[in-house]
């Protein structure tokens, strides 16, 4: 059985940085290093400085962030430390608006090899993103020459909370090889046509809990790549956005499953897509399994249920290929709201690995237009309780 989110363990953390901001005697003023709140000076050096010594501290420490507006250049925080770290982010971080001369992959702000670390405050890293979207990329293209706003690897033992993060130049989070890590009232912020922008985008990571995050931004709320495993997302308003999405497993050969994945307590406004599964056709072999969604409301969200192993972008793909990647132990569980598209239920599977265990209970969605239709393919569904749009297998 997967692990479910535990509130304990989110009160324990919260305690942890709470006493971490109440020590004053562990407290590193980045304006003590040579910070500036002009909204010019970089304050990435600063930073650094005020880092490297409570990470050299064998107590509980923090590094603080003021209020005011700093200019932040591309910025690398790096463990392991000696003991819980705390980074509060009370002021606005702004981004350059050039970021050639940024180091490949790196994104504007990482965080890597931490234990025990939390992010905090009431600040705002803005990516600045506004002057770039749709200038350095086109829709056919993927725009991996644009920074990520905030990354988090192989972090353990952490806590997200309060902060936001606004208009990012590509994915606004992006989880990485991280174990136990919890976001707690997050905030991502970009406008719908913001290209690229997923809010929190996790992958190879296991233990990640998402708990009252509000995301508004151009691409997916929250989408789940390789290896992501006992995920747990819970009370998360999304829109706009493409909605919340599993995948795209089987586009790159090894990758590894996705399991146990849990969705609970979601409203979706004014989304492309709802909550959905998609797979490339033609795809390498790959494994979706354990995936719940439970009492999520739907406002006027685009194609609410989608399973999509045909799952093909600006038709760059061999759809006559069917996708290896298999789909099973699959539970839709009260889901309810309204339609923007006829197609309120789309289960397109794989006729080469047809899904598994698919299970529909209390669904009720309605299209305003009239009545809502469902689609499905390569796959037999279990449907229980209340059925609208009555759902059929193929």
């Given at each position: 059985?997967?692990?479910?989110?535990?509130?304990?363990?989110?009160?324990?953390?919260l305690?942890?940085?709470?006493?971490?901001e109440?020590?004053?005697?562990?407290?590193?003023?980045?304006?003590?290093?040579g910070?500036?709140?002009d909204?010019?000076?970089?304050?990435?050096?600063?930073?650094?400085?005020?880092?490297?010594?409570?990470c050299?501290?064998?107590?509980?420490s923090?590094?603080?962030?003021?209020?005011?507006?700093?200019?932040?250049?591309q910025?690398?925080?790096?463990?392991?430390?000696?003991?819980p770290?705390?980074?509060?982010?009370?002021?606005?971080?702004?981004?350059?608006?050039?970021?050639?001369?940024?180091?490949?992959?790196?994104?504007?702000?990482?965080?890597q090899?931490?234990?025990h670390f939390?992010?905090s405050?009431s600040?705002?890293f803005d990516?600045?993103?506004?002057?770039?979207?749709?200038?350095?990329?086109?829709q056919?293209?993927?725009?991996?020459?644009?920074?990520?706003?905030?990354?988090?690897?192989?972090?353990?033992?952490?806590?997200?909370?309060?902060?936001?993060?606004?208009?990012?130049?590509?994915?606004?989070?992006?989880?990485?090889?991280?174990?136990?890590?919890?976001?707690?009232?997050?905030?991502?912020?970009?406008?719908?046509?913001?290209?690229n922008?997923?809010?929190?985008?996790?992958g190879?990571?296991?233990?990640?809990?998402?708990?009252?995050?509000?995301?508004?931004?151009?691409?997916?709320?929250?989408?789940?790549?390789?290896?992501?495993?006992?995920?747990?997302?819970?009370?998360?308003?999304?829109?706009?956005?493409?909605g919340?999405?599993?995948?795209?497993p089987?586009?790159?050969?090894?990758?590894?499953p996705?399991?146990?994945?849990?969705?609970?307590?979601?409203t979706?406004?004014?989304t492309?897509n709802?909550?959905?599964?998609?797979?490339?056709?033609?795809?390498?072999?790959g494994?979706?399994?354990?995936?719940?969604?439970?009492?999520?409301?739907?406002?006027?969200?685009?194609?609410?249920?989608?399973?999509d192993?045909?799952?093909?972008?600006?038709?760059q793909?061999?759809?006559?290929?069917?996708?290896?990647?298999?789909?099973?132990d699959?539970?839709?569980?009260?889901?309810?709201?309204?339609?923007?598209?006829?197609l309120?239920?789309?289960?397109?599977?794989?006729?080469?690995?047809?899904?598994?265990?698919?299970?529909?209970?209390?669904?009720?969605?309605?299209?305003?237009?009239?009545?809502?239709?469902t689609?499905?393919?390569?796959?037999?569904?279990?449907?229980?309780?209340?059925?609208?749009?009555k759902?059929?297998?193929?």
């Amino acid at each position: 059985m997967g692990m479910k989110f535990h509130p304990t363990a989110i009160a324990l953390l919260l305690l942890l940085a709470s006493a971490a901001e109440l020590s004053d005697a562990a407290l590193y003023d980045v304006t003590k290093y040579g910070g500036k709140p002009d909204g010019k000076t970089d304050l990435s050096q600063a930073l650094l400085k005020a880092w490297k010594m409570a990470c050299a501290s064998v107590d509980v420490s923090s590094v603080l962030i003021p209020s005011g507006t700093y200019a932040l250049g591309q910025t690398i925080i790096e463990g392991p430390c000696k003991a819980p770290i705390n980074l509060i982010v009370q002021g606005t971080l702004k981004a350059p608006i050039d970021t050639s001369h940024f180091k490949p992959d790196a994104g504007w702000v990482a965080f890597q090899h931490i234990d025990h670390f939390t992010l905090s405050g009431s600040g705002v890293f803005d990516g600045q993103g506004t002057t770039l979207w749709g200038k350095k990329c086109s829709q056919s293209s993927y725009c991996d020459d644009l920074p990520i706003n905030l990354r988090f690897s192989f972090l353990t033992n952490s806590m997200i909370r309060d902060v936001a993060t606004k208009d990012s130049k590509q994915f606004h989070v992006n989880v990485l090889g991280c174990k136990d890590v919890n976001f707690y009232h997050f905030t991502v912020s970009a406008p719908e046509e913001s290209l690229n922008t997923d809010g929190i985008h996790i992958g190879r990571s296991s233990g990640i809990n998402i708990t009252n995050a509000n995301i508004k931004t151009g691409d997916d709320c929250i989408s789940i790549g390789d290896g992501s495993e006992q995920i747990s997302i819970n009370d998360v308003t999304c829109g706009p956005g493409h909605g919340i999405s599993i995948g795209s497993p089987g586009k790159y050969p090894n990758e590894a499953p996705v399991i146990g994945i849990r969705i609970k307590g979601a409203t979706l406004t004014n989304t492309m897509n709802g909550i959905r599964v998609k797979t490339w056709p033609a795809s390498h072999k790959g494994v979706a399994s354990d995936l719940h969604f439970e009492d999520v409301i739907m406002n006027n969200v685009g194609n609410p249920i989608l399973i999509d192993q045909e799952y093909c972008p600006y038709n760059q793909c061999k759809l006559q290929i069917p996708s290896r990647v298999k789909i099973s132990d699959v539970n839709f569980k009260n889901i309810r709201g309204t339609s923007s598209s006829q197609l309120a239920v789309k289960l397109v599977c794989s006729a080469g690995v047809p899904c598994r265990n698919v299970q529909l209970t209390d669904i009720n969605l309605k299209y305003n237009g009239g009545a809502a239709t469902t689609l499905s393919k390569n796959i037999e569904p279990v449907l229980g309780g209340v059925q609208v749009p009555k759902s059929c297998s193929a």
